[in-house]
């Protein structure tokens, strides 16, 4: 069997686009043969979606799974929202949703064995391959708790338990599971709208917090008032902070008038026993991916100039 050197590995990546590993893997199928290992990657669909990896892909679907005590939200991306309504993707998603309820990180959810064989990494890779779109699996989130229930919502559903925004609410307590459920539903679908940073007011990022009373204080010294008043009014704008980024001091968007802590409180009342709002996760399709923007004038153009 012929050597399998990293210059080998190499040439072989560059002449296919694939990865690593599967160059490598390649090459000890075929011998160190350049060509057949081409060939190789090829009829395995991972030549062709390699390169389609290096398109960004923003759109997609946010998929969300709950069961009793556990609950999970993947992302899935592709490159266009014409894929997101493909049966094939959105069954990826679903299925990727559940197998996530069992696994911590998004590197054991891509290892998992999907249910139609392979690993879960292997399947997005042939749907690459089938449809003709880069895609993947680029994050996921798990909630449990001991007693009580994990609630989940999605907004803007494209399918049951798919869309562009999932939320988990997490809720500890012994009381009702069927009114424990509506509870935490109805406070994920206010985290969808009102978007909060932190549970509660001890889990605030600390340096966000610097961050924002330094530019509070310097506002308020602008007024030209006492350092003693400064102080107070710089209190007062970080009370002002915890309501619009901590979930449990926000005004509840149902009602518009309570604050999230209060809201729990009086359904323990109505439960019959105490409930904790112990964890929320909310995952919004594409956040923080920096998309290509096209002028398609200008693109066709370009083309007809070629």
Request: proline share 2%.
């Amino acid at each position: 069997m012929a050597e399998i050197t990293a210059a080998l590995v190499k040439e072989l990546r560059e002449t296919s686009g694939a990865g690593m590993m599967d160059c490598k893997k390649a090459l000890a199928e075929n011998n160190g043969n350049i060509e057949q290992a081409v060939d190789w990657l090829r009829k395995k669909g991972l030549a062709a979606a390699a390169k389609k990896a290096g398109r960004v892909a923003a759109e997609g679907l946010v998929g969300a799974a709950a069961e009793g005590k556990v609950g999970a939200l993947v992302e899935v991306n592709s490159e266009t929202d014409f894929v997101a309504r493909n049966e094939q993707f959105q069954g990826l998603v679903s299925a990727v949703s559940r197998l996530a309820l069992n696994h911590d990180t998004v590197e054991a959810l891509a290892n998992a064995k999907h249910p139609e064989g392979g690993t879960v990494a292997e399947k997005v890779t042939n749907l690459v391959a089938t449809i003709g779109e880069n895609m993947n699996l680029r994050r996921s989130k798990r909630l449990s708790v001991e007693n009580g229930v994990v609630a989940s919502y999605v907004h803007n559903a494209a399918a049951p338990g798919m869309g562009k925004i999932g939320v988990l609410v997490a809720l500890e307590s012994t009381g009702d599971v069927a009114k424990l459920q509506a509870l935490g539903k109805q406070i994920a679908m206010h985290v969808a709208a009102a978007n909060p940073q932190s549970l509660d007011i001890s889990s605030v990022d600390p340096a966000a917090l610097e961050r924002e009373r330094a530019v509070l204080t310097e506002q308020a010294r602008a007024s030209g008032k006492p350092e003693e008043i400064i102080g107070k009014m710089v209190e007062g704008r970080v009370r002002k902070f915890y309501e619009e980024v901590v979930l449990l001091e926000q005004v509840y968007v149902i009602d518009g008038e309570s604050r999230v802590k209060q809201v729990v409180e009086k359904a323990a009342k109505e439960i019959g026993a105490p409930v904790k709002l112990v964890g929320f996760a909310r995952m919004a399709l594409g956040e923080g991916i920096e998309k290509e923007e096209k002028d398609f004038a200008s693109e066709v153009a370009a083309q007809l100039r070629a």
